[in-house]
């Protein structure tokens, strides 16, 4: 990686690509492939895993393929960055300290068996943590949603700026009234059940972290918390936009709440609120 420019210059060379047009195009060209497939053949694999370990699907591989193709765009304008995707690995745009972290479809699972929680995430970032995460993009093929968030202009949801106000809703007796959980192993869930127990009134599980995620930036979760460590390009565009949305989000795993770096590997659980309180009082669960 390259550490010979300023931070200044990598956050300008950030700016300097039109990512939500190279987003907006992957989504189109991504649900244009999964609307040919139907959900039987969403099934089949390549017979590889990706980086991350996982059995690679063939829609996995072809949305991801879109992706590189956009950014392959992007390099062909003159931009250079560093991808980090979930079924390739690390791949270089010229070596720059500008990294772009995908998941092409986070949620494979849903997206194969026809569930509608799936999405495409991408990242971009002027460092090597979560907390230099500047350009954050995710959009749900289910519900067809657009969410997207840059430092310091807040988070849009379908074009609409996401109200940062909004707060959580506890019951009479101080419960959470709907905390998202990830990660949703049986094993998990016995291990956490009791401290699920006693902060929320109702559990939902979408199966896929970037929607689950999202969720807590419009507010529909009072807070989230996956019960075991996650990767980075499942998690660093939906983190920036709830905390654009005004949430709070942390990684346990950390001394700094932000400090997971980005990259294929799991570190970490993730754990987002509307408020600090509540972000505090659910690391405990994790850790």
Not at 186 to 204: C, G, K, S, T, W
Not at 246 to 274: I, K, M, N, Q
């Amino acid at each position: 990686m390259g550490g010979t420019i300023s931070a200044a210059e990598t956050s300008a060379a950030a700016n300097a690509a039109d990512w939500l047009l190279a987003c907006r195009n992957a989504t189109t060209r991504i649900g244009a492939m999964l609307a040919e497939q139907p959900v039987a053949e969403r099934r089949m694999e390549t017979g590889t895993l990706g980086s991350g370990g996982d059995h690679t699907l063939v829609i996995d591989a072809a949305a991801e393929a879109i992706v590189f193709e956009e950014l392959q765009t992007l390099h062909d304008a003159g931009h250079r960055f560093h991808a980090i995707s979930e079924e390739r690995g690390e791949v270089e745009f010229g070596d720059s300290d500008v990294r772009v972290v995908i998941d092409p479809i986070d949620g494979s699972l849903n997206a194969k068996r026809g569930l509608p929680h799936f999405a495409l995430s991408i990242a971009v970032a002027t460092g090597v943590t979560m907390a230099d995460v500047s350009f954050g993009y995710v959009y749900e093929f289910g519900p067809h949603e657009e969410w997207w968030a840059r430092t310091g202009e807040g988070a849009f949801l379908n074009g609409e700026l996401l109200d940062r106000g909004i707060g959580e809703i506890r019951g009479r007796d101080g419960r959470l009234e709907v905390l998202g959980i990830e990660s949703a192993d049986p094993r998990y869930v016995r291990n956490a059940i009791d401290a699920l127990q006693e902060r929320a009134y109702r559990l939902r599980a979408h199966g896929a972290l970037a929607s689950s995620l999202c969720q807590v930036a419009a507010a529909r979760f009072d807070a989230l918390v996956s019960l075991r460590n996650c990767r980075a390009v499942d998690v660093a565009a939906a983190q920036l936009i709830v905390r654009e949305a005004g949430g709070y989000v942390s990684f346990p795993g950390f001394d700094e709440p932000l400090a997971a770096p980005l990259d294929v590997v799991p570190h970490s659980p993730v754990v987002a609120a509307r408020t600090g309180g509540t972000l505090a009082e659910l690391e405990t669960i994790v850790v």
